[in-house]
């Protein structure tokens, strides 16, 4: 799980060039990185490569910190 | 809107509608006029988006609120019934051009946008690309002849899922269901559909016409059930509600579910 979040946050900075320094589990990655739809489509896109699974939109339902959505990518690995 | 190109046998369709390129009356009129202005020598049409976002995002669901909003209730039908009606010979018409017509599909690719790219031959996805048929959301069906083509293509399961859970899939997936040929990296898509159209533009024209005509036919019978089953749906209030909600949302995501 800590393993995922910080490639989760590492992956999420670089796409969105954000410091990953200054990003934590417990931020709401939507409004830390200030991302919209398109933006959104793209980091499940990296997700699913990185992670090498598939992250359907509904499990984003209701999930809006890095932790929260590392914990779905590990019940997806 | 679309720039259009022409360069030796291949015609190339940039489409550039910020924000990413939603299908609505313009831009199906720009798609009419260069159905009219086909080259007979030509041999590939590629079509591929300049938007940053994606290929298409779908259908101008502000323009399809506004139209509704405009017509009484008692005209939705046939006010939908004609709009699905021109999309419909639109689309039809690009599916069987008498060229090998090859898709290049970025980032999202989502409803009408998935459907236009299915009229295609062959698709070619870079690694961002997504595609989706959300219209459960707005309470009707792909309308656009998306399932009648992607029925061709793909296997029942995967399309019973995209249509029944209204989620995206990646590259990646779209490549293993066999609903895209090719993936490559990011910004390759476009140079990668031109070596193929030059590769395209060797083969005899006759022995490459016929070669389509063999594989590839219109599902007339399925497009015509999914039109009279969309126009139905449109009619009641679940669309409306949904487009009032979308067109009135300050959601930074409304395209997510």
Do not use: W
């Not at chain 1, 990003?23 to 990655?29: A, V």
């Not at chain 2, 022995?207 to 009641?236: C, D, G, N, S, Y």
């Amino acid at each position: 799980m800590a393993d995922t979040v910080q490639t989760l946050i590492n992956m999420a900075a670089k796409r969105f060039k954000a410091d990953a320094a200054q990003l934590r589990p417990e931020d709401d990655m939507f409004e830390r990185l200030g991302i919209g739809s398109f933006q959104a489509v793209e980091l499940i896109s990296d997700i699913e490569g990185e992670f090498d699974i598939e992250l359907p939109d509904y499990e984003l339902q209701g999930v809006k910190t890095f932790a929260a959505l590392a914990q779905k990518i590990d019940k997806r690995r | 809107m679309i720039v259009m190109s022409y360069q030796d046998g291949v015609h190339e369709l940039a489409l550039g509608a910020p924000p990413c390129n939603e299908i609505g009356s313009a831009m199906l009129t720009e798609l009419e006029a260069f159905l009219t202005s086909v080259d007979p020598e030509a041999h590939t049409l590629i079509l591929h988006s300049t938007q940053r976002g994606g290929f298409c995002t779908g259908a101008d669901l502000r323009e399809l609120y506004q139209g509704l909003c405009d017509t009484p209730p008692e005209q939705h039908g046939a006010r939908v019934g004609d709009f699905i009606d021109r999309i419909h010979r639109v689309m039809d018409t690009i599916d069987m051009l008498p060229l090998t017509t090859i898709g290049v599909i970025h980032g999202v690719c989502f409803g009408g946008g998935f459907e236009l790219a299915l009229t295609c031959d062959i698709l070619i996805a870079e690694k961002s690309a997504r595609f989706c048929f959300p219209e459960l959301r707005l309470g009707i069906v792909p309308g656009f002849g998306g399932i009648p083509r992607l029925r061709r293509d793909v296997g029942n399961a995967l399309i019973r899922d995209l249509l029944l859970s209204g989620r995206s899939i990646g590259a990646a997936k779209a490549l293993a269901a066999g609903l895209v040929s090719q993936v490559v990296i990011a910004g390759e898509g476009l140079l990668a559909a031109r070596s193929l159209a030059a590769q395209s533009g060797k083969f005899d024209g006759h022995a490459r016409r016929a070669a389509k005509a063999f594989i590839k036919q219109l599902p007339a019978e399925e497009l015509a059930r999914e039109r009279a089953l969309f126009v139905e749906l449109a009619q009641r209030p679940a669309l409306l509600a949904a487009l009032k909600r979308f067109v009135e949302s300050t959601d930074l995501r409304p395209y997510l579910p």
